[in-house]
């Protein structure tokens, strides 16, 4: 319950597709073997950035973006509108709790031969995909943790709000549960939150997610807010509706001592 791993919930056949592309649309007659080989690089690496993009030209280019926009049902494209619209609780690559667009793990811009693509296409929401969007101008350098193939480490992070109370305002940042991972695993999961959080968005909901816990623990005792917000955290986890940044919050709220708690709560009451 976190930035969560994603399935599809229909098949797909990305092949099939890119057959009638490869028919459907004359700039794209005869490359079905090269972008096809191109995908089973992408699948047999797992959506390596390293990658050599294939070089197609500008029109071929026009053409498969063209097809993404449209989701046309003759190519069998009618599924990717629906990813729009999944029901996935929180968005799969940062934890925010929107969803509403369709993130090309590897971007269309670099690599327009997996547009279409189903292994390169998830759920996201708008402000992560357009933080990540401007990076990706040039390419992309980092891996990023994919919502289908990185499911094993998706499946064990937990994200965790840190709050700082040593100044006059709390300050606070994501961060996740570090010792659950190796080193590797670690600097990726790191670098992941770099690149797709967007900081503005996450203060906001992090800040209405505090005045939402301060408005339950307000007039009872501050010694038993600690098991009011664990109650709440239960009630998330058993809704399972992946409350990534709000239960990363209260997950902090319980790391923290009880002066700590206090500190960040009681000046939401006010
Ligand atoms: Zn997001």
């Known amino acids: 319950m976190t930035m969560q791993p994603f399935s599809h919930t229909q098949v797909i056949d ?21 972008i096809y080989e191109a995908y089973s690089s992408y699948l047999k690496s797992f959506g390596s950035p390293h990658l050599k993009a294939i070089g197609l030209s500008k029109d071929q280019k026009t053409c498969l973006h063209a097809a993404y926009e449209g989701g046309a049902k003759k190519y069998g494209l009618d599924w990717i509108p629906k990813v729009r619209d999944v029901l996935v609780g929180s968005c799969p690559m940062c934890g925010n709790s929107a969803v509403g667009t369709v993130e090309h793990y590897l971007p269309k811009t670099p690599f327009p031969e997996f547009s279409v693509f189903s ?57 996740f549960n570090e010792l659950d991972f190796d080193p590797v695993e670690q600097s990726r999961i790191q670098a992941h939150i770099m690149i797709c959080i967007d900081r503005r968005a996450f203060k906001l909901a992090t800040n209405v997610q505090i005045s939402t816990i301060a408005a339950r ?29 709000a239960a990363s919050c209260l997950r902090g709220l319980l790391e923290v001592s009880q002066t700590q708690r206090s500190a960040i709560l009681i000046p939401k009451l006010l």
Request: charged letters at 20%; aromatic letters at 10%; hydrophobic letters at 35%.
């Open 119 to 175: 292994w390169n296409l998830v759920p996201s929401c708008n402000s992560c995909n357009q933080k990540r969007g401007s990076k990706h101008v040039n390419g992309v350098k980092q891996k990023l943790l994919h919502p289908i193939f990185d499911k094993y480490i998706l499946g064990r992070l937990k994200l965790v709000t840190r709050f700082d109370t040593s100044g006059v305002v709390t300050e606070f940042e994501l961060g």
């Open 14 to 34: 990305d092949l099939k597709t890119l057959k009638s592309l490869t028919l459907g649309y004359a700039f794209l007659n005869g490359t079905y073997d090269t």
């Open 217 to 245: 623990v307000a007039g009872k005792k501050e010694a038993g807010w600690r098991s009011i917000i664990e109650e709440e955290l239960a009630i998330m986890h058993a809704a399972n509706l992946g409350y990534g940044w």
